[in-house]
Nanobody, 121 residues
Framework: VQLQASGGGLVRAGDSLRLSCAASGGRTFSNYAMGWFRQAPGKEREFVARISWIGTSTYYADSVKGRFTISRDNAKNMVYLQMNSLKPEDTAVYYC??????????????WGQGTLVTVSS
């Protein structure tokens, strides 16, 4: 599975942004649980959100709960991260990841290249 994240950019605090992750490679997208992670400058990569194979189950980091929403469209091989009420501390490179299992942690088999989100105060 190849993953391509997009949608990052420079926004102001309080703004919204939607990240997209396109999956390709000929595999059945609905066989993969998906996750979003982020890595801020000088910090370790951290979990943001995950979604199950057909989207019936989602889970969020406490830091984004209530502000971010993960969703997927299996017909389009896409997963999204809607980010509302953005804060400067959300500034990071955001990565999407895929795995056949519903992974707790960051041991996903496949990773995208990352898209940069910068939130100014």
């Amino acid at each position: 599975v190849q993953l391509q994240a997009s949608g990052g950019g420079l926004v102001r605090a309080g703004d919204s942004l939607r990240l997209s992750c396109a999956a390709s490679g000929g595999r059945t997208f609905s066989n993969y649980a998906m996750g979003w992670f982020r890595q801020a400058p000088g910090k370790e990569r951290e979990f943001v959100a995950r979604i199950s194979w057909i989207g019936t189950s989602t889970y969020y980091a406490d830091s984004v709960k209530g502000r971010f929403t993960i969703s997927r469209d299996n017909a389009k091989n896409m997963v999204y991260l809607q980010m509302n009420s953005l804060k400067p501390e959300d500034t990071a490179v955001y990565y999407c990841a895929a795995d056949r299992n519903l992974v707790v942690g960051d041991k996903y088999a496949y990773w995208g290249q990352g898209t940069l989100v910068t939130v100014s105060s």
